[in-house]
């Protein structure tokens, strides 16, 4: 059985959780507290893992992997159906383009080390800090909410009638905007997207509260 080594309140693993629920693969979960222990993600064992020490990392037999829109399209490819990527190349760009300005833009500026050095190297104090996460996701979010206007048609999800990678991103960063008190009504598209999502069940078993480690 496959194994997922994460946190229960990363984005980058809830990604992956939303996913394997999706393609109902059954997978294991192992808890790695970035808090505690000085970051447990920092350990000997985890970084044989994962030399970057970050969360997740995905064994899969002798295969481990790394980084989540990776294992995204790993699961894509070995596991391609249901299909988390439209057939449509131009369609499947869009979905692409849409999950990376929150993988590769938003959320980066929003990660715990990223914080964690802000606070420990700039001194920057914990308002300070989350006045820097609200900037970052609000810029992110506004041109998303004009991405989604154009993309998602009638259908509930961000584009249509079935969930992609883009739902798949866009819930967990929905998460950490409420988390660090952001307004998310100022972006009412994505609200309902993420409304939508939530009656789904792998969206919902794939939530923070619901994980093993969670606290």
């Excluded at 994460?6 to 294991?28: C, D, M, N, P, T």
């Excluded at 990392?57 to 070995?78: F, N, R, W």
């Excluded at 391609?80 to 369609?91: F, N, R």
């Amino acid at each position: 059985m496959p194994v997922l080594h994460g946190y229960f309140r990363s984005s980058a693993a809830y990604r992956v959780r939303i996913a394997l629920h999706y393609k109902g693969i059954a997978f294991e979960q192992v808890g790695v507290h970035l808090l505690r222990d000085g970051g447990q993600q920092h350990g000997a064992a985890f970084r044989a893992l994962n030399p970057q020490g970050l969360v997740p990392a995905y064994v899969d037999g002798d295969v481990v992997l790394m980084q989540s829109m990776a294992i995204l399209e790993y699961l894509e490819e070995t596991h391609p159906a249901p299909g988390l990527l439209p057939s449509d190349p131009v369609v499947r760009a869009r979905v692409r383009a849409f999950a990376q300005a929150i993988a590769c833009d938003i959320h980066p500026v929003n990660n715990l080390r990223l914080l964690k050095y802000l606070e420990a190297e700039l001194g920057a104090d914990k308002n300070a800090r989350d006045i820097w996460v609200r900037h970052w996701i609000a810029a992110g979010f506004d041109a998303l909410e004009q991405m989604a206007l154009a993309s998602r048609g009638t259908g509930p999800f961000v584009f249509g009638s079935s969930p992609t990678h883009a739902d798949v991103c866009l819930v967990p960063q929905m998460f950490n905007a409420r988390r660090f008190g952001c307004d998310v009504s100022v972006w009412p598209t994505l609200v309902a997207i993420d409304a939508a999502c939530a009656e789904h069940p792998a969206f919902a078993a794939a939530h923070p509260a619901r994980q093993p480690d969670a606290e």
